[in-house]
């Protein structure tokens, strides 16, 4: 199969397990995820067929002749849109990390529902399970139950997965932006899939509503670049004359460059995607959808698709920086990034959620790798997106396996508690020792542990990158941020794994079945090998022994635009600053908690931080900020504003003056013009007729040849008169 | 020449039919009078070249004011009896009306240059074809035509209201009385 | 082409009609009516396809299956009917819906046989405004389709509710509605008609292409023809705005859209179907139709004020939408939404006359009609099929709705997807080229707009929310499921949206052929 | 050739026989009979003006079709009046229906 | 003989040479060739009307089951000269009280009237009638016909005979509107009035485009006749003769011999509306073919006409007016609306198409006629022939109240 038919195909596998599962197989549970995983296996199948058909072909190579295949979508007055597929070492990369977290997911989550499990005892679609009762020896207890929408979930996920590959293969932007928005809706069914919790649902439409701000600008970014360049496809947009055009004619607002502008549309999109600030607001409620989905939305697919397009459209963006006479985009984006960093991070410290902590902790590594982009460090970005996008799915499995263990304690002891809380927890590395490692290898990556982890190489680089490029204030925020995340790692680690079980369902934690912790094996390798295929040259001793296999090869991609900067001299004050914050935070974070031993014990940190720690407990109060300012504004302008006063009130109040006054006027002209006068003239009329009838009736005689008689006598008469006066003349 | 004896006869023989129709006692036989003044007519009409014509007024007068006339008087018992006076009383004004009529006419005619004129060209061939074409040309005769619909259409439901008599409509089978007592 | 297919047109444009009258003849049994009905009009979508089939998508800009006999010579009147691909377009979308709406009033129980016949004259009706070629038949059509529809709304529309329009003056929801419509519509096509026939007495005919040819082609200050001396800028101003008002009221363009929330949420299912899916676009066809060709110059001053005009109805629109508890008359305020576009990509035309932005807007504009006309009758339908059920519209009655009738749900779910412009269905496609196509000639506007999109997915998610998500209400807890009939009315319905969503080119090649020839024609 | 004059003549012979009819007869059908006789009268000059003056035009023979028409129309009418009337009044003399009279 | 029956003009122009030859002037010439050829139109027919009677008498025996006339000559082919001589020898019996002008008149107006149809008739290519407004004439030469039996009947002073007078006229007048009717759509599918054009257009013959048309022609034209079932005008049973009551001898041959003549002379009519008239292999070669082609199936048609006479009963006679009115003419006008409309729709697709439209018109006329009719039947009331009696049925059991409604 040629590379270019294979990539065409690369999406379809999933699609057809969606259709499939959708239209035939809702019944049967194991038919949907037998489906699913086999439609994933075959899409995984391609894309490590590709990915080492790529590896072959070589990244100059490839970069300058990539994989591509295109037909024609739409039609133009002048040019015609094509679609097609596309494959460059930057989609290679993308495709690989993609389609391994896909996989191990998908696997994983026939664990998660339960699959083999009785079906619930009072268990509803649009609930999650609540355990089934079995008798076992003799007595009943209670186990976890069958998810009552096994079949349904396999059915989304797969087109999530659809969506992802699509939005990867994509030659272009707007079959990009198709897979962006399936993978949006599949966020909204899926976030929503227990669909009558209220607070999933309230969430499902946070996510779909915010990311769709982001999505209109993209929109409209996408649609300027149309207008500008007449083609959405990356290889006639990021030609370097198109570029060199777009990015010195100006646009119409902000004193931009047409790049610039379209640039920043299509970051915005990013912004909403990646849940960047200030439309991360979702990222953290989307947590209400099952585990797997959050691993999803966080490592393999949405998110990653934010990233992904900022740096896919990097050219542009680059193009438009360089140059000075109109403003660039990219300060702008390496603020939000940086900021973002930080923000989420300060945030994820005070959540208890377990998965909340994950989620802020993606946010705030999300803003890593904008401010990579934002600082030009491309590769760095997408370095650390494959990484993250490792270790973000393992840990978020891992802390499924953890709840899933919880939830069976939980379901034993029949206490009430919240699964999910990481103080009802502690002491789990005995009860799950699986889950602890490959947790334990996941946040130590997302610390940055030296050396060893992916996490460190990647984030080293940026933090590297920054440093060099003298962007001092990104540098700083980005090593505060990195400090704060191996806290917070460490705080979690400390809180779920260490110490003794604060609470009987953690005593009765179980480890999870093989379908959950095979994944997380798989992935843990990943997270800590996958570092080792980019340390960067300049490293102390490693640099000389290991590959630089990851710069050259994405590198390659960007070379063509970039041009390659002169030799920096590399300080080691990064690297330090990098170890120093991965360390001291990991072990700031023990220190602080490993002392937390009861449930119901206050966070250490909430009486030194006092009202701050509230603030950060309440997300800086962002929700209730945008209710205030946007939410509710918006629904009166709608309920009250729109609709009742100006199209109740207003117009058809207008119209229905009109039609009173036409009302009223047509009851005047009947009672003042038409009876008396009219009526009354025609009346007169009548009556004179009646009065010359009475006079004319002694005529009548009633018979027809008489009135005959005198009718001809008169021709006659008439006749001879005229007769008489014709020969008279 | 062979016309002109045609017409001579033909009109004398109107003439005579005509007087029988206003004078004659009999219905019946002033209905045939009748007839044959119509025939006449047609057959003037076919010395005029109006082919079309002749046909129409043979099949409207004859075909049916004719036989309408002679239905009604069917109709009407007695009535077509010769019985009683033809003319009613004041028969003597009619005939001086008639009688003025007539001189008047005749003077107009005897005294109208144009009445001894010929023809000015022959009928086209085509004629009756560019007369059906002009009857419901838009600007030919459409309306006088659409007009003379009107009135037909008005005087046949008229007609038949008319002459209904307010006799009550059953159906098709009049269930008799005894069978439902049966 | 053989002489049969010259008289497609008037085959299609009169089918329904007569078979109406054969309903009429036929039995009052609803089974009878009812399917008799449907073949009736299924034979002019047959029709259709064959036209589809003979269609020379090479001349789509220009007209073809050109029929045209004299009819009021006196005045220069004439049946002239024709199809160029815009006409084709949407003769295609009518004689689609017409049968799908007739199998969804296959629930209608009362007057079967009125209801058909009305339905079926509505058809030509309809059919007849986008087949017309000569200005007095357009007319005609125009006012014919009213009719039926006055009553079906009048006759058949929803049993509750009442409005007070003045203290002391109420009336029943569905009279107030058909009332409203009607005297609505008929207050724009006054104008409109002064407007033809003083288009007519200048040039001297009412045929569509001498007229498009003479009236362009006036010169001097004074008009022809009419002899009151007034300038020709200024007629032709007041001329513009009396087409576009009567258009603008049809589409319907804010503010003269408050007839639409009551007649679509009062008519029957099958009505609102039509209304939404073909009737508006009758206003949207006269624009492209009537208004450019006719008033290039004053379109293209007046451009922003009608894009104005568009924008607010997409922004108000999609904000009177979300600000709706009943489910219908948030989807009949989602067809204001989506109609502001169309309306906002004639005017960017307007004003880009003859380039390439001008072209894709059109494209845009002529693709979201018939995608609207998908997607709104489908909403509209789905909406009836739980109004069926449930007899209440209510948002705040449903909730949980997607575990009890899981196949509904997804049904509805798609549907409001496409609706809502998720890319893969249709509506993104023309939704984006519409952007594409007015972002550079009115850039305010479009982003006015696109505040509305994103409303737009506010109020769908709204819908979705209160009826397929949250705790399930006891009530419902044994709601059916679509019938067999209801998914086949919804089935081609969604197989259109997903073909146009992943292959537009279907639609758009002969869309774009014409509108390329308009397009010229208004470059000059 | 016939001269237009010799058809005028047997024209207004006819005419004028038929208005002697119609006013002086008693029956009312008599007088219908006379009518017929005016209106052949009519339609005799109608189609000999035609031919002498306008052969080439139609104003005559539309008169004339016009007239068959009326004549048709009147007909009707009147035989349904007449007998209309006979069941009424059981008579058919003119003079003795007189109810109108003022 | 080769030239006679390429062109039989010939012999007219031979006969005009003969006649010039013998000194008459050429206006003489031509009046008396005029005389000979309505001689020979009048003469032919009227001697035919012999076979013809001895036919019908023929056929309706075999029809009954009888032999029927056998005595004088072979097959009794001479019976009807035999009758001729019979009715010409009789007594001339003229009643008191009649009107002579009239009484004598009706006799002869009745061959009259079906002679005048004879000039319209083409009978091949160029012989026979060629009148521009060829089928008005036959309407209003069918007048005559009318007037001939009222005459009868009204001048016999017979009560019977002005009752079966009264009858055909109501009955002839009633026929002709649907007739006029129908003949208008050969006239419209022809394009021309006359009948010569009409059947030069019958390249198909009519009865394929329209047969429903032919069907109600060949109705109509029974009815006109007079003919069973449809000859309430002679009803034996209820008024004696009918309007002949009082005719015997000679006169009543002739209105004995019109009807017969009358008879065939529809089958003429129809053959030339609907049959193609004398169209045929060869016949535009040799017109004299034609006529024979003509004769043929307007026996075919005549043939038809005695079968149903030998078949039908009379039917009622309101039945009679109210199948006029209320079926034939709507039916007619629905048809000729229909084929007006279809025919400028389908006039240039070529013969075939264009007659197979008409055909499925008619087939969707008849079928819905028939839904129609079918529903009207259900509605009549039907004859109540009995009471139903009382059946033995079991008691009905006392049913618990409030629950049905």
Known sequence: MTNELLLW????????????????????????????????????????????????????????????????????????????????????????????????????????????????????????????????????????????????????????????????????????????????????????????????????????????????????????????????????????????????????????????????????????????????????????????????????????????????????????????????????IAFIGAFTAL???????????????????????????????????????????????????????????????????????????????????????????????????????????????????????????????????????????????????????????????????????????????????????????????????????????????????????????????????????????????????????????????????????????????????????????????????????????????????????????????????????????????INGFGDALGEGAKGFGRLFRAIQSGRVQHYMLVALAHVVAFLMLVYYYATMS | MVAYWIFALVSLLMVLAALVAVTNRNLVRATMGLVLVLFGNAVLFVLLEAYFLAVAQVIIYIGAIAILIVFAIMLTRHVGDAWGPAFHRAWAWAVVVAGGLAVGLLFWIAHWPAADGKAKSPVDPQYTKLLGKALVAPDGYVIPFEVASALLLAALIGAIYVAWGGRRVKGPYPQRSEEKEA | MNSWTNHLLTLILFTPALGALVLWFLPSRPKVQRWAALVASLVPFVLTVVLWVNFDFQRAGEFQFIERYPWYDAIGAAYHVGVDGLSLVMVLLTTFLVPLAILASFSIQERVKAYMMLFLFLETGMLGVFLALDLLLFFVFWEIGLVP???????????????????????????????????????????????????????????????????????????????????????????????????????????????????????????????????????????????????????????????????????????????????????????????????????????????????????????????HGLTAAGMFFLVGVLYDRAHTRNLKDFGGLFGTVPFYGGVLMFTAMASLGLPGLNSFVSEFLIVRGTWPVLPVFTAISLVGLLFTGAYILKGLKHALFGPLVEKWANLPDMTLREVLVIGPLMALMLLLGIWPLTLLDVIHRSMVALVNLLAG | MIPLGAYLMVSAALFVIGAFGALARKSAVAILIGLELMFNAALLNAVAFWRYLHPQGFDGTVFAIVILAVAAAEVAVGLALFIAVYRRFGTAEADEIALLRG | ????????????????????????????????????????????????????????????????????????????????????????????????????????????????????????????????????????????????????????????????????????????????????????????????????DIVRAQDVWFIVYVPLAALIFLIVSIAEIGRTPFDLLEAESEIIAGFHTEYSGMKFAMFFAGEFLHAFTIGILTAVFFLGGWRGPGAETYPVLGILYLWLKGFLVYFVVVWMRATHPRIRIDHLLNFSWKFLTPLALVLLVVAALLDKVVVDLGTWPRALAHLVSHGVVLAVTLQIVRAWARRLPRPVVSEPRPVARPQPQPQPTGTGD
């Open chain 1, 9 to 332: 195909l690369l999406p379809l596998p999933p699609l057809l397990a969606f259709a499939l599962i959708v239209l035939f197989l809702n019944k049967s549970n194991k038919a949907s995820h037998t489906v699913a995983i086999l439609s994933v296996v075959l899409s995984w199948l391609g894309s490590m067929v590709l990915f080492l058909r790529a590896l072959g072909i070589g990244a100059e190579a490839l970069a300058e002749h990539p994989m591509h295949d295109s037909l024609v979508w739409l039609p133009g007055k002048t040019s015609l849109l094509r679609i097609g597929v596309y494959l460059d070492p930057l989609t290679a990369v993308t495709l690989f990390f993609v389609a391994w977290t896909i996989v191990m997911i998908f696997v994983y989550s026939v664990g998660y529902h339960n699959y083999g499990q009785p079906k619930g005892d009072h268990d509803e679609k649009g609930y999650p399970p609540h355990g089934a009762t079995v008798e076992e020896h003799g007595h009943k207890h209670k186990v976890p139950s069958i998810e009552p929408m096994y079949a349904r979930f396999f059915a989304f996920v797969s087109l999530f997965a659809f969506g992802m590959y699509l939005l990867v293969v994509s030659d272009n932007l707007l079959t990009l932006f198709a897979g962006w928005e399936i993978m949006g809706l599949c966020s909204f069914l899926l976030i929503g899939f227990w669909f009558k919790k209220e607070s999933a649902r309230a969430a499902a439409i946070k996510a779909f509503m915010t990311t769709r701000v982001g999505d209109v600008f993209m929109l409209l970014g996408i649609a300027y670049l149309y207008v500008a360049t007449g083609s959405l496809a990356y290889t006639d947009v990021f030609n370097p004359e198109v570029l060199h055009q777009l990015a010195h004619s100006p646009a119409p607002v902000l004193g931009m460059s047409v790049a610039g502008f379209i640039g920043l549309l299509l970051f915005i999109g990013t912004v909403g995607k990646s849940a960047q600030w200030p439309l991360h607001v979702w990222l953290p409620d989307a947590m209400e959808g099952p585990t797997p989905v959050s691993a999803m939305i966080h490592a393999a697919t949405m998110v990653s698709a934010g990233v992904y397009l900022i740096i896919r459209v990097f050219p542009l963006l680059h193009a438009a920086a360089e140059v000075p006479e109109f403003l660039s985009p990219m300060p702008i």
């Open chain 1, 343 to 677: 923000f989420a991070a300060t945030i994820a410290v005070a959540q208890n959620d377990i998965k909340r902590v994950l989620a802020y902790s993606t946010i705030s590594q999300l803003g890593y790798m904008v401010a990579a982009v934002g600082i030009g460090a491309y590769v760095a970005a997408a370095f650390h997106l494959v990484t993250h996008a490792f270790f973000k799915a393992l840990l978020f499995l891992g802390s499924g396996s953890v709840i899933h263990g919880m939830e069976h304690g939980v379901l034993h002891t029949g206490e009430r508690i919240d699964p999910q809380n990481m103080y009802n927890m502690g002491g789990l590395r005995r009860k799950m020792p699986i889950t602890f490692w490959t947790f334990l290898i996941g946040g130590f990556a997302l610390a940055g542990f030296p050396v060893v982890t992916a996490g460190f190489w990647s984030k080293d680089e940026i933090l590297g990158e920054a440093f060099a490029g003298h962007h001092m204030g990104v540098f700083w925020t980005l090593a505060v941020a990195a400090l704060l995340t191996a806290f917070y790692t460490m705080r979690q680690i400390t809180l779920t794994f260490l110490g003794e079980p604060r609470t009987e369902a953690a005593k009765h934690a179980h480890e999870t079945p093989w379908t959950m912790t095979v994944p997380l094996m798989v992935l843990s390798v990943f997270a800590v090998g996958y570092g080792w295929v980019g340390v960067p040259k300049y490293f102390p001793v490693l640099g000389g022994l290991l590959p630089h296999w990851f710069q050259e090869w994405v590198g390659a991609v960007f070379h063509l635009y970039v041009k390659e900067e002169q030799a920096v001299s590399h300080s080691l004050v990064p690297l330090l600053v990098s170890i120093l914050v991965s360390l001291g935070g990991l072990a700031l974070g023990y220190v602080v908690y490993r002392g937390v031993t009861r449930a119901d014990q206050p966070d250490p940190l909430a009486r030194p931080l006092g009202p701050i720690f509230t603030l950060l407990k309440n997300k800086y109060y962002f929700d209730e900020l945008y209710a205030f300012l946007f939410v509710r504004p918006a629904y009166w302008l709608a309920e009250v504003f729109t609709f009742r006063w100006l199209d109740r009130t207003v117009i058809d109040g207008i119209l229905h003056a009109v039609a009173r006054l036409s009302w009223n006027l047509g009851q005047f002209l009947r009672n003042y013009i038409d009876l008396p006068l």
């Open chain 3, 149 to 371: 529809m006055f009553f079906l709304i009048f006759q058949w529309g929803s049993a509750k509710g009442e409005r007070t329009v003045w203290p002391g003056f109420t009336l029943q929801a569905r009279v107030y509605a058909a009332m409203k419509f009607m005297v609505y519509t008929m207050a724009g096509s006054l104008g409109l008609l002064l407007a033809l026939q003083m288009l007519g007495l200048v040039t001297g005919s009412f045929d569509y292409l001498q007229v498009l040819e003479r009236w362009n082609s006036i010169s001097g200050p004074v008009l022809p023809n009419i002899p009151l001396y007034i300038p020709v800028s200024l007629v032709k101003k007041v001329a513009f705005w009396a087409f576009v008002v009567a258009f603008a009221l049809k589409v319907p363009v804010w503010p003269f859209h408050t007839w639409l929330p009551d007649a679509h949420t009062e008519a029957p299912t099958a009505g609102s179907m039509i209304l939404a899916g073909v009737l508006l676009k009758l206003g949207a066809y006269g624009f492209l139709r009537f208004v450019l060709p006719l008033y290039p110059a004053e379109s293209q001053f007046y451009a922003p004020v009608l894009a104005f005009l568009a924008a607010m109805a997409a922004l108000l629109g999609a904000l009177a939408a979300w600000g709706q508890w009943d489910f219908k008359r948030l989807v009949a305020y989602s067809s204001i939404n989506h109609m502001g576009f169309v309306v906002l990509a004639v005017a960017a035309a307007a004003k880009a006359a003859g380039t390439e932005h001008a072209v894709q807007a059109l494209n845009g504009a002529v693709l979201q009609m018939f995608n």
């Open chain 5, 1 to 196: 003989m080769g030239a006679f029956l390429r062109d039989p003009s010939v012999l007219v122009e031979a006969l005009r040479t003969l006649f010039l030859g013998w000194g008459l002037s050429p206006g003489l010439t031509t009046l008396l060739l005029y005389v000979l050829g309505g001689l020979v139109l009048a003469t032919g027919p009227m001697l035919w009307v012999i076979f013809l009677i001895w036919f019908e008498r023929k056929a309706v025996a075999r029809f009954q089951d009888r032999l029927g006339p056998n005595r004088v000559g072979k097959f009794g082919l001479l019976q009807p000269f035999a009758d001729v001589l019979k009715l010409l020898t009789k007594e001339d019996i003229i009643p008191a009280g009649v009107d002579p002008i009239l009484y004598w008149a009706a006799p002869i107006l009745s061959v009259a009237g079906v002679l005048l149809l004879w000039p319209a008739v083409p009978l091949g290519l160029g012989i026979g009638g060629n009148i521009n407004v060829g089928v008005l004439y036959l309407i209003a030469a069918g007048t005559v016909g009318t007037f001939a039996i009222f005459l009868a009947g009204w001048s016999s002073n017979n009560k019977y005979a002005l009752l079966g007078a009264m009858r055909t006229v109501a009955q002839l007048v009633s026929y002709e509107v649907p007739m006029v009717l129908i003949l208008l759509i050969p006239v419209l599918l022809a394009r021309s009035m006359n009948m010569q």
